[in-house]
């Protein structure tokens, strides 16, 4: 998708995609993966996700990154947070205490900005894009995360031709093939939500399963 295309979103508040609480399936996972207090998180195509101050709550430093300037002060905003703001190469950067969003293009971010992550979460990335930045998303972004790395990585899969994306659906098979090259995959959950989802049922699709995995960077 353009950038103009989710900046238009944010500007007009056309965000469905954003939850009003944690990520259940995050909550539910996230200690599988036994990240240690104090590590830094990476979060792509954050928005103003309640996932970040959870994340933080839990003792942990997150680098979050968004394009929409809207998102990234709304975050700030809505937690009562007075973000210190200055310039970088990858964009403005907005920090206060363990969280950190950089405001610009996600492709630019290299392995000096991302070196010191130990982790990766992504809910709503890798299903905002469609196939051939799917591609490129992995292979330019997360190659730039260092060896044992860790990933929660949550998916949808729907009948792609009954719904136009975002978001998209990628199939598991899809997920292994992109990974396949520099990181192991467990997937740790599947599950229908399909009676949850009143939109995509609205829309005409007929199954939806949500599908949760860990990554282990090689």
């Not at 944010?10 to 996972?29: A, C, E, N, S």
């Not at 990154?65 to 905003?77: P, R």
């Not at 930045?133 to 190659?143: G, H, I, K, P, Q």
């Amino acid at each position: 998708m353009e950038p103009d295309f989710w900046l238009d979103r944010w500007h007009r508040g056309q965000i469905g995609f954003h939850q009003d609480r944690p990520t259940p399936l995050m909550l539910k996972h996230w200690p599988a993966l036994d990240v240690a207090p104090g590590s830094q998180v990476f979060v792509p195509l954050c928005g103003k996700s309640l996932d970040m101050a959870w994340l933080a709550s839990q003792g942990l430093r997150v680098l979050g990154v968004e394009l929409a300037e809207d998102a990234v002060n709304a975050f700030f905003a809505e937690h009562g947070l007075q973000p210190v703001v200055d310039e970088t190469a990858y964009g403005r950067r907005y920090a206060a205490g363990a969280i950190e969003i950089l405001c610009g293009d996600a492709f630019s971010l290299d392995a000096t900005v991302l070196g010191d992550c130990a982790a990766v979460f992504d809910r709503a990335a890798i299903i905002a894009l469609p196939p051939a930045m799917r591609e490129r998303y992995v292979r330019e972004l997360y190659a730039r995360l260092p060896t044992g790395c860790r990933g929660l990585l949550i998916t949808l899969e729907y009948p792609q031709h009954e719904k136009a994306g975002p978001p998209f659906s990628v199939a598991e098979a899809e997920v292994r093939a992109l990974y396949a090259r520099d990181w192991t995959v467990r997937t740790l959950e599947r599950r229908a939500i399909l009676d949850q989802q009143a939109s995509f049922a609205a829309e005409g699709v007929t199954a939806l399963d949500t599908v949760v995995y860990q990554l282990d960077r090689r």
